[in-house]
């Protein structure tokens, strides 16, 4: 088992000082990779329903780094840490430039990106960036994808498709992955599934939390399913990475009635991770923010004995 937290991207805690401490502290500590999330502007008005939270709230206050701009920092402060894009709003930005972005961040820190993608939530952030147009967000996600591929696995590259094409053209320097950074599906509608099963290298889930449980019971039914499509596109379901993201964004909101997955005292965790970890998932994340670096740190340490005593898990 492999395990990651989330890094703040807003807030107290989204200091160059906090950041760099957070990040090197949970390498330190043992974490394998550490999430970062992607806004990039908040309409003062925001109609559209949040998908984590049980109220649809969104608990945004206007302020936010740069996704990639964030993660090149964190790829400078250091060394082992796989940089994950949790999740990446594909249809956001121009394919060809995120390709380069990614591709450059990929060079520098000596392949350690992994590309989570999703297709988002937020019709009034596609409507002020120009985004496409929010409900094809679907179709663009998955050709942009596609584009990146081609970008990265080919050159010359040319793409002809319904929202976008270029000609021959070079994007190098190329990703240090090969055939090309990992990429992980979030979400876990049907066209996410089949978005993992048909482009992804991985699973990306978000559960745990009072708007989104999925249990191990709903999560097997779901695997189950991810299997049969991947096996229907022609393709290894034991080669995706399964890995559960776990935020709490409803701290005192239990699921369901009952305790919600991952709290508790160590041996409960223990045995959450040890039920997840019999169905595949192989990399669980977890969430430590705070608006203050002292107790983000705690939360993270008090952690620790958990990620060393359940790595053969």
């Known amino acids: 088992m492999r395990y990651g937290f989330y890094l703040p991207t807003r807030g107290q805690t989204a200091t160059p000082e906090a950041l760099e401490t957070l990040v090197k502290r949970g390498e330190s500590l043992g974490f394998a990779s550490v ?26 206050q206007g302020d936010v780094l740069d996704q990639l701009s964030l993660m090149a920092f964190v790829a ?43 297709v988002g939530w ?47 053209l070079h994007c190098r320097p190329q990703p240090v992955q090969k055939p090309h950074p990992p990429i992980w599906v979030g979400g876990h509608s049907k066209a996410a599934l089949r978005r993992a099963a048909r482009l992804g290298d991985g699973w990306h889930p978000v559960g745990a939390n009072a708007s989104v449980p999925l249990p ?17 596109e022609g393709r290894d379901p034991k080669a995706l990475t399964i890995s559960y993201k ?26 959450d991770i040890a039920a997840f970890a019999r169905l595949g998932v192989s990399e669980i994340v977890f969430d430590f923010r705070s608006e203050s670096l002292a107790e983000s740190l705690e939360r993270m340490e008090s952690f620790g004995p958990v990620v060393r005593q359940t790595a053969g898990v």
């Open 246 to 271: 776990a935020p709490v964004y409803d701290l005192g909101q239990r699921v369901r009635g009952e305790r919600r997955p991952f709290s508790g005292d160590a041996a409960q965790v223990a045995d």
């Open 122 to 168: 937020m019709r009034e952030e596609f409507e002020a960036l120009g985004a496409p147009d929010f409900d094809r967000r679907g179709a663009v996600t998955d050709e942009y994808l596609r584009i990146l591929k081609t970008l990265w696995t080919e050159s010359p590259a040319s793409f002809s498709g319904r929202f976008y094409r270029f000609d021959a």
């Open 35 to 60: 999430m970062i999330a992607d806004h990039l502007v908040f309409p003062v008005s925001i109609k559209s329903r949040y998908p984590y939270t049980v109220s649809g709230d969104f608990p945004g």
């Open 76 to 118: 400078a402060k250091t060394t082992r840490l796989r940089l994950v894009t949790s999740v990446m709003i594909v249809p956001y930005r121009n394919p060809v430039l995120t390709a380069k972005a990614l591709a450059t961040i990929d060079v520098l820190s000596k392949g350690r990106v992994t590309l989570g993608v999703g």
């Open 216 to 232: 191990p019971s709903e999560l097997s039914g779901l695997l189950d399913e991810l299997y049969r499509l991947t096996e229907a």
